[in-house]
């Protein structure tokens, strides 16, 4: 018995449906349903026409055809992309069932085109709105043809009743039933615990409720650790500092204790004493720097990116033999004025500081797309080697002796962070000989951080 219900309902073809597929499936069990009901329907129609008379009627004989193309129909169908064809046959056919019998039951005053209503939600579930609307138009043309027959020909008549007025009322009583029943079934379906897709989306939602109290846990926990991350930083920075500035001041006194008797020689490792401890306060700063980058921001305010430029260079200090050359097109934005010039100022800074020419030229140009702006920085230096390319973004990493450039290894790895952290990215082009070119994309909407929290649907 089992293997019988298996066959009847096609569970083989159902199952062979992909699992995550919810809108194929769904619509599959529907079909499912809407054949059963109107084979039987039908039949029913077929015997109730055909009982009055002895000999065998057309208009039945025709219903009976119908309702065996529904359901061969329903067994025919071997391939998911055949799906669509075969649902709008059957609702095409069922059409034909509800106006072929309404001739012989009153044309449009018969309550079988209460039918009409099943039809079309139907139409709707299995076809999509597209569908629906063509066989909605197929409806109303029906209806039209059925009351110019009913008003003005004689095609129609109740001879399924045999005239009878007990039985029209009766029939029409059963048919408004069972049409009430039929839709009322379908939209429960839909909005029942049955119903795949908001049964799936049900364990969707309670599954996502259990996440967010999860990541709500979470993130108190992350922003409790955080605020003791930032003041542990802060206490050992200054524990750190305490005892360089007492070598540096010790250094200093002895220094000065000695005087002329200080021989050239340990002159030089005092003075290399201090340098390292300028270098270790230098480095301790730098590192906060880093870890403090993404809370250094300002209000988004209107930009005029040449007019910045310009300033930066003047606060980091131009050199005399440095020219700074700004492209045309540089824009008027709106954006975080103070990560920006944080930007520019490392990249400006390091095109002075690591270039080995004697006249230093230094190229800003810009490039926009629908989305961002593209920024490029470029100097007549040494250049990069292309193996140093992501190399020279890392915390720490320099491709110079500090005893030659003194630098601390912070200041691309801070840029490459505020940079990711507007929605941007950051990258060298250089052959290694004849200077860089820094470029950045920086967003003209800034990207909005993702929330810890996933937003549960809800279900009504």
């Known amino acids: 018995?089992?293997?019988?219900?298996?066959?009847?309902?096609?569970?083989?073809?159902?199952?062979?449906?992909?699992y995550e597929d919810l809108m194929s499936r769904q619509r599959f069990t529907l079909y499912r349903i809407f054949t059963y009901t109107a084979f039987l329907a039908s039949i029913a129609s077929a015997f109730q026409i055909q009982a009055p008379f002895k000999e065998v009627q057309t208009v039945p004989v025709v219903l009976v055809a119908l309702a065996l193309i529904i359901l061969t129909n329903f067994f025919l169908v071997k391939r998911e992309d055949k799906l669509p064809l075969a649902y709008m046959i059957s609702i095409f056919v069922g059409f034909l069932v509800v106006h072929i019998q309404a001739y012989s039951a009153g044309g449009l005053i018969n309550s079988g085109t209460i039918y009409l209503t099943v039809l079309l939600m139907t139409a709707f579930m299995l076809l999509g709105t597209k569908g629906g609307k063509w066989f909605t138009v197929m409806a109303i043309a029906s209806v039209g043809?059925?009351?110019?027959?009913?008003?003005?020909?004689?095609?129609?008549?109740?001879?399924?009743?045999q005239n009878d007025i007990h039985l029209i009322r009766q029939d029409a009583l059963s048919t408004f039933i069972l049409g009430i029943f039929l839709v009322a079934a379908q939209?429960?379906?839909?909005?029942?615990?049955?119903?795949?897709?908001?049964?799936?989306?049900?364990i969707q939602?309670?599954?996502?409720?259990?996440?967010?109290?999860?990541?709500?846990?979470?993130?108190?926990?992350l922003?409790?650790?955080?605020?003791?991350?930032?003041?542990?930083?802060?206490?050992?920075?200054?524990?750190?500092?305490?005892?360089?500035r007492a070598i540096g001041n010790l250094t200093?006194?002895?220094?000065?204790?000695?005087?002329?008797?200080?021989?050239?020689?340990?002159?030089?490792?005092?003075?290399?004493?201090?340098?390292?401890?300028t270098r270790m306060e230098d480095l301790i700063n730098a590192i906060l720097d880093y870890s403090r980058a993404d809370e250094r921001t300002g209000e988004d305010v209107k930009i005029v990116t040449s007019d910045l430029i310009t300033e930066t260079m003047d606060f980091i200090g131009k050199p005399e033999n440095a020219t700074l050359e700004i492209?045309?097109?540089?824009?008027?934005?709106?954006?975080?004025?103070?990560?920006?010039?944080?930007?520019?100022?490392?990249?400006?800074?390091?095109?002075?500081?690591?270039?080995?020419?004697?006249?230093?030229?230094?190229?800003?140009?810009?490039?926009?797309?629908?989305?961002?702006?593209?920024?490029s920085?470029?100097?007549?230096?040494?250049?990069?080697?292309?193996?140093?390319?992501?190399?020279?973004?890392?915390?720490?990493?320099?491709?110079?002796?500090?005893?030659?450039?003194?630098?601390?290894?912070?200041?691309?790895?801070?840029?490459?962070?505020?940079?990711?952290?507007?929605?941007?990215?950051?990258?060298?082009?250089?052959d290694g000989k004849t200077g860089s070119d820094f470029k950045f994309t920086w967003p003209k909407v800034k990207k909005v951080k993702d929330s810890i929290l996933i937003a549960a649907p809800i279900i009504v």
Do not use: C
């Not at 043809?145 to 004689?154: D, K, N, R, S």
């Not at 939602?205 to 926990?221: A, G, P």
């Not at 200093?252 to 401890?277: C, S, Y």
């Open 1 to 18: 018995m089992k293997n019988i219900f298996r066959f009847l309902f096609r569970k083989d073809f159902y199952e062979s449906i992909p």
């Open 377 to 430: 920085v470029k100097d007549n230096g040494p250049g990069i080697e292309e193996q140093y390319h992501e190399k020279v973004f890392v915390i720490f990493q320099t491709l110079n002796r500090r005893d030659d450039v003194e630098s601390t290894g912070v200041g691309l790895a801070i840029v490459k962070k505020i940079i990711e952290d507007q929605g941007g990215k950051i990258w060298v082009e250089s």
């Open 252 to 277: 200093g006194w002895i220094e000065e204790d000695a005087g002329d008797t200080l021989v050239p020689e340990a002159r030089a490792h005092f003075n290399m004493i201090k340098q390292r401890v």
């Open 205 to 221: 939602k309670d599954q996502l409720e259990i996440s967010n109290r999860k990541l709500q846990e979470y993130t108190v926990h």
């Open 327 to 375: 492209h045309p097109g540089m824009p008027l934005m709106v954006s975080d004025k103070i990560r920006l010039q944080q930007v520019f100022s490392n990249l400006l800074g390091n095109a002075v500081k690591y270039n080995d020419k004697e006249n230093i030229h230094i190229e800003v140009s810009v490039k926009e797309s629908d989305s961002h702006w593209e920024f």
């Open 145 to 161: 043809v059925l009351f110019y027959a009913t008003e003005f020909t004689t095609w129609t008549s109740y001879a399924m009743f």
């Open 223 to 244: 922003e409790r650790t955080n605020r003791e991350l930032d003041k542990f930083a802060s206490i050992v920075s200054h524990d750190l500092k305490a005892p360089l």
């Open 187 to 202: 939209s429960n379906y839909m909005h029942s615990g049955k119903n795949v897709i908001i049964e799936r989306i049900t």
